[in-house]
């Protein structure tokens, strides 16, 4: 069965601090790996990795995956109170679109 | 100018009804989803559409039952509605069907079943 597990469940950081989150993954037929950010309602999109070891970067928030060892990182450096969410990692499996998504890792940033 | 749109947002409801919600997308995406997060914050993919043709099936109670009207709709209809079917569901979209295209996701509907 595919399993995705993110860890740790849950962090509370201050302001400022950096943020390093773990996705790792067992899955057949691995396709991409994407990261979103869910604060009240709708997740919207952070990065899609395909490529082993090539960082995507946009702004404080950075990510890279290791297909050798079958997790991936997302990382938020110079934390801000909107950094506030649950952050989703979901690989995707098989040719069609299914995305497996994992339980998510809260993030609290307190000023 | 809203992305992927959904109604109702809540909905609350007696057990044993029938229900709907609808979904609309005007990203000119040809591929529309119904995922549902329950209580513990898990997403998970019920159906799949390319161009209105049914690509993802999970398992799912055959209560449920998608129906795309055209590539810009996807719609939800639930019969019977249990207890266990309180939950978030969200629509969501991509332009292409395969793994490699970023999904869209709409804001969510809250269903809670009495």
């Known amino acids: ?15 400022g601090d950096t943020v390093t989150l773990n996705c790792s993954y067992e899955v057949t037929n691995f396709r991409s790996l994407l990261w979103y950010k869910q604060e009240k309602k709708a997740p919207t999109f952070l990065f899609m990795l395909t490529s082993s070891g090539i960082e995507k970067k946009s702004g404080r928030l950075s990510s890279i995956l290791d297909k050798k060892e079958l997790f991936s990182i997302l990382n938020i450096t110079a934390t801000q109170t909107g950094d506030s969410a649950v952050y989703l990692c979901a690989v995707g499996v098989g040719g069609w679109g299914k995305l497996q998504f994992g339980a998510g890792t809260q993030v609290v940033v307190t000023p | 100018d809203t992305a992927v749109s959904q109604t109702p ?4 409801t007696q ?11 005007n990203l000119g995406h040809d591929t529309m989803y119904w995922y549902k997060q329950d209580s513990k914050k898990f997403l998970k993919i019920m159906f799949s559409y390319n161009n209105k043709e049914l690509i993802i099936n999970e398992t799912v109670p055959n209560r449920f039952s998608p129906k795309s009207p055209d590539k810009a709709h996807l719609n939800l209809h639930i019969n019977s509605l249990e207890l266990g079917d309180s939950a978030v569901y969200f629509c969501a979209s991509s332009r292409g069907s395969t ?3 970023e999904q869209f996701f709409g804001p969510g509907t809250r269903l809670t079943v009495l």
């Open chain 1, 1 to 15: 069965e595919d399993k995705v597990v993110q860890s740790p469940l849950s962090l509370v950081v201050h302001e």
């Open chain 2, 9 to 12: 947002k809540y909905l609350v």
């Open chain 2, 15 to 25: 057990m044993g009804n029938d229900k709907s919600i609808k979904c609309e997308q």
């Open chain 2, 99 to 101: 793994s490699y295209n």
